[in-house]
């Protein structure tokens, strides 16, 4: 019954946000990352099946990192101050079609598909969405929002204290276990995204929305190929 109730939770909040905002396929305010920042390196989780759920994520149609051209601009500031520090970017997720966000939501409603474990061992499926982890819409569906990280310039790592998508305490970015290390990677990243005119979150030390975004009405639905 609790498994029921969910399931009309999260379709009904669903529909009700759809109509409260625009839904377009329009991409013509978006530009792919390389285009701009030309030493940046990727990882994009959802076109593999190294996430979650275990599989690649509808609307994943090649390893290609888009964004809002606003906010690739302001990357790119970012990515300018950390270069003279000694570090490049390595991107995760940026532009995240609506249909994988409801990818999202089927996997979370099927009581059969544990997907992958290693991303949230010490929670329940159901805890991710009462835990804020997994929503019916997303920031990154408006185009603005990137998940990243630091490697050092000569491709050496960064350690940040846990991994991306690691539904955990672990992954605020406040978490005061970390070593001093650690706590300085996080810093060192969040400040220079801070600069260019991002904000963060409080459960993931990877993602960030810039302020200004010029589409904070428009989830978009264009697959990314």
Not at 90 to 102: C, E, G, H, N, S
Not at 148 to 157: A, E, Q, V
Not at 163 to 176: C, M, Q, T, V
Request: hydrophobic share 35%; proline share 4%.
């Amino acid at each position: 019954m609790k498994k029921i109730f969910l399931t009309l939770v999260i379709l009904l909040s669903f529909t009700q946000m759809i109509f409260a905002s625009q839904i377009s396929c329009d991409k013509s305010g978006f530009a792919p990352v390389y285009t701009v920042i030309d030493d940046a390196v990727y990882d994009m989780r959802y076109y593999s099946s190294n996430n979650f759920t275990g599989n690649r994520i509808k609307g994943y149609n090649a390893p290609i990192a888009y964004m809002t051209k606003e906010s690739l601009a302001a990357l790119s500031s970012a990515a300018k101050e950390l270069r003279k520090k000694g570090y490049r970017l390595l991107i995760w997720d940026t532009y995240r079609p609506q249909k994988a966000v409801d990818n999202f939501v089927t996997w979370i409603n099927d009581p059969n598909d544990a997907g992958d474990k290693v991303f949230y061992p010490d929670l329940k499926k159901s805890d991710l969405v009462k835990g804020g982890y997994i929503a019916t819409k997303s920031s990154h569906t408006r185009g603005s929002t990137v998940d990243l990280t630091l490697i050092k310039t000569d491709g050496s790592f960064v350690d940040m204290g846990g991994a991306f998508d690691l539904f955990s305490d672990i992954s605020h970015p406040d978490y005061n276990k970390l070593t001093r290390e650690q706590k300085r990677n996080r810093k060192i990243l969040r400040d220079a995204m801070f600069k260019a005119g991002f904000d963060g979150i409080d459960s993931e030390w990877w993602h960030f929305t810039l302020k200004n975004e010029p589409y904070p009405d428009t989830y978009f639905d264009f697959d990314i190929e």
